[in-house]
């Protein structure tokens, strides 16, 4: 039951453009939304989170865009830099049960 | 280090051994998640645990797998008469607890599991 999907497996951009990484889910209960990002043989280390009242939201150069009534999200680096190479996993949750759906993960290489 | 502690980090078993994960969850954290990464896949959830509780253990398998989170000391995930198809990245991550509506995980950096 693959209730989270990261359709694009990798990903490659130049620095200093945009990275756009994409993500759907199919549980409309989902409420809250995650995005990680992961170096090999390290544990996912939290970038940002939006819950469902909201559409988007910023950190720096990461922002997190959800549509609802699309069921999709995506999180949008910009500019994107070499050291944002890594594996981008996004995870959904749905009340107050903080038990995660993660999806497949999209490798990300940005070239310098 | 005030983060979520995994050891061992590298774990290597033969068929039919027992695997034991360790996991001490960030200074302040009462809930512990395990969740599994099989190669090439994300990360599967397999079981959530507060102090002396089993919250849900939805994603553990039926046989051969087990946690627990005791009173003192890290939480545990046991895998007894391990097989070749349980070799993954094993991930615990903590949480602060209830009362604390959408907080995210915080992972540790993970036990590999190999088994020969």
């Known amino acids: 039951d693959q209730q989270v999907k990261q359709n694009s497996p990798s990903l490659s951009v130049q620095e200093g453009r945009i990275s756009i990484l994409n993500c759907d889910y199919t549980?409309?209960?989902?409420?809250?939304f995650l995005w990680y990002k992961k170096y090999p043989a390290e544990g996912p280390t939290f970038l940002i989170s939006?819950?469902?009242?909201?559409d988007k939201n910023e950190d720096g150069r990461f922002t997190v865009f959800l549509n609802k009534s699309a069921k999709h999200l995506s999180l949008h680096i910009v500019p994107s830099q070499p050291g944002d190479s890594a594996v981008y996993f996004c995870?959904?949750?749905?009340?107050?049960?903080?038990?995660?759906?993660f999806g497949s993960g999209t490798k990300l290489n940005v070239k310098p | 280090n005030a983060g979520v502690m995994q050891n061992p980090r590298h774990l290597v078993r033969r068929r039919g051994q027992e695997a034991r994960l360790r996991c001490s969850p960030m200074?302040?954290?009462?809930?512990v998640y395990w969740y599994r990464q099989l190669p090439e896949e994300g990360l599967k959830f397999m079981v959530y645990?507060?102090?002396?509780?089993?919250?849900?253990e939805s994603g553990m398998p039926k046989e051969r797998f087990s946690a627990e989170f005791p009173k003192e000391g890290p939480s545990i995930l046991r895998i007894q008469q391990v097989v070749r198809g349980d070799s993954a990245a094993y991930f615990c991550?903590?949480?602060?607890?209830?009362?604390?509506?959408?907080?995210?995980?915080?992972f540790g950096n993970g036990t590999r599991l190999t088994v020969t």
């Open positions: 549980n409309s209960m989902f409420d809250y």
């Open positions: 645990l507060q102090k002396e509780n089993i919250i849900d």
């Open positions: 991550a903590s949480s602060p607890g209830e009362g604390l509506v959408n907080s995210p995980l915080h």
């Open positions: 939006i819950s469902s009242i909201k």
């Open positions: 200074k302040g954290h009462s809930h």
């Open positions: 995870a959904a949750s749905e009340g107050n049960f903080n038990k995660f759906y």
